[in-house]
């Protein structure tokens, strides 16, 4: 019978950093979409909308621009009519979060445009530190919801 050796993973390979350079994206974006409702206090932003449920965190500017991609200005939490199927929807048009933001956060607005151009290198100390600072920002709500009034 032969005797099966665990193989020995070289974790120095650029492969191997790639792979963990991703899982690390993966969850800094699932947090970062948590952190983006929980700024919004689980309410839509649209203006004049409300809805509390069946929330999607939206990414303004593109996903794909690195240096927005975990910025929580570049957020904005909205139902599922507001995010993506209906007239007014932000994947349809500009203006929806263009609306939304002069309307509620004008220094939003700022802050992507001042970083718009920014080049940025994901690296893993990078996304750790934005994994820490969604986990604290979500850990705080909850602090604050267990609080009963009384």
Request: a positive charge; charged letters at 30%.
């Amino acid at each position: 019978m032969a005797i099966k050796r665990k193989r020995k993973v070289n974790k120095e390979t650029k492969t191997w950093k790639l792979k963990e350079i991703r899982k690390l994206r993966n969850k800094a974006l699932k947090l970062w979409a948590v952190a983006v409702k929980v700024r919004a206090g689980f309410v839509c932003e649209y203006p004049g909308c409300g809805a509390t449920e069946m929330l999607n965190s939206h990414h303004i500017e593109s996903r794909s621009n690195r240096a927005l991609r975990l910025a929580l200005e570049n957020g904005v939490c909205a139902c599922v009519s507001h995010h993506k199927w209906g007239k007014e929807a932000f994947h349809r048009s500009f203006v929806a979060a263009y609306k939304c933001l002069t309307q509620k956060r004008q220094a939003d607005l700022d802050c992507l445009i001042k970083h718009y151009l920014d080049d940025l290198v994901e690296t893993k100390e990078y996304l750790e530190a934005k994994i820490q600072e969604f986990t604290i920002i979500i850990n705080e709500d909850m602090k604050n919801d267990s609080i009963l009034p009384g």
